[in-house]
């Protein structure tokens, strides 16, 4: 199976997020928020996966992201949730596993003072 082809697309300057900030982006049909983590950048579905709330407003603090809405939290790197799949056990509370899910990262580049994230074709870029 072919991979489905992708596009690096300007987001921000890296000076218009700080450290520690979140922005939520649109790109394409793709929402998408995006992080300062101490200088790093990541790039991370917009949508909890909790609910599928928005994360505008996010907080970033260690490498995690926690969602406004009802603080399921997620590794920035990989995406993968953290809490509540570290507090319970899911064979203990099956309704909770439905609800848990890890958000889609995109690659991240910086060029010239620019960030960039990698998007998928699927984002109808237009």
């Known amino acids: 199976m072919e991979s489905e082809a992708v596009s690096y697309v300007t987001v921000a300057k890296v000076e218009e997020i700080p450290p520690g900030q979140t922005r939520m982006l649109q790109v394409g049909s793709c929402s998408i928020v995006l992080v300062n983590d101490l200088g790093e950048f990541h790039a991370l579905q917009g949508l909890c996966g909790h609910q599928n709330l928005p994360l505008a407003g996010a907080k970033v603090w260690q490498g995690v992201l926690d969602c406004p809405w009802h603080h399921f939290q997620y590794d ?20 909770l596993r439905e609800q848990i899910s890890s958000l889609r990262i995109y ?11 990698r998007v998928p074709q699927s984002c109808e870029l237009g």
């Open 107 to 117: 690659p991240v580049q910086i060029v010239d003072g620019k960030v960039q994230v």
């Open 76 to 95: 920035i790197r990989t995406g993968e949730n953290l809490y509540p799949k570290r507090i319970y056990p899911l064979n203990a509370l099956p309704k």
